[in-house]
């Protein structure tokens, strides 16, 4: 079955600090993929996504993540966090197909919940 | 202003009864999802619907059922029959099911069973 792993539940890191949540998935075909964040009290959003092409995506406020087909992984990156980066992430890739041909649903890992200490 | 709208925002009830939950949505998306959230298990779908009048289980439909009579519109009922009801429930909609449909999510319903 597909699924997705998200390696850290709980990140605690410094300003200042630079970020990395790991992403591993286990769908073989076309790779569609995601990063959601969920910031306290709001609504979950979409981050930044790789469809194709550049296998680095950069995303809202200073993310990127890094296709590597070959790891079946799409680490999300950011260089420096800020308080403002407390939330909850969730990596997301295809997962089973219900119905019908061209008929995908995203399979979401767990989440990691990052905690940035001023 | 575009977007998607689950109400209540919490939601009480005693155990053995049904309940249902809102939401709707203006972007004119064809396909909608309920989501259930508990804490260290991400998202889990409980049901999908690409286009009115037709739905489709996902990986814990045991215990809910929904509706698609309108386009904006796709209600998740809670029934006695869900074992573990408290949870956080997300609604989201997509133009369409395609691999780069991109989801979007609503504010979410809490729902606590006593």
Partial sequence: ?118 | DGGITQSPKYLFRKEGQNVTLSCEQNLNHDAMYWYRQDPGQGLRLIYYSQIVNDFQKGDIAEGYSVSREKKESFPLTVTSAQKNPTAFYLCASSIGTRLTDEQFFGPGTRLTVL
């Fill in chain 1, 1 to 118: 079955a597909q699924s997705v792993s998200q390696h850290n539940h709980h990140v605690i890191l410094s300003e200042a600090a630079s970020l990395e949540l790991g992403c591993n998935y286990s769908y073989g075909g076309t790779v569609n993929l995601f990063w959601y964040v969920q910031y306290p009290g709001q609504h979950l959003q979409l981050l930044l996504k790789y469809f194709s092409g550049d296998p680095l995506v950069k995303g809202i406020k200073g993310f990127e993540a890094e296709f590597i087909k070959s790891k079946f992984s799409f680490n999300l990156r950011k260089p420096s966090v800020q308080w403002s980066d407390t939330a909850e992430y969730f990596c997301a890739a295809p997962g089973p197909i219900y119905s019908g041909a061209g008929s995908y649903q995203l399979t979401f890992g767990k989440g990691t919940k990052l905690s940035v200490i001023p």
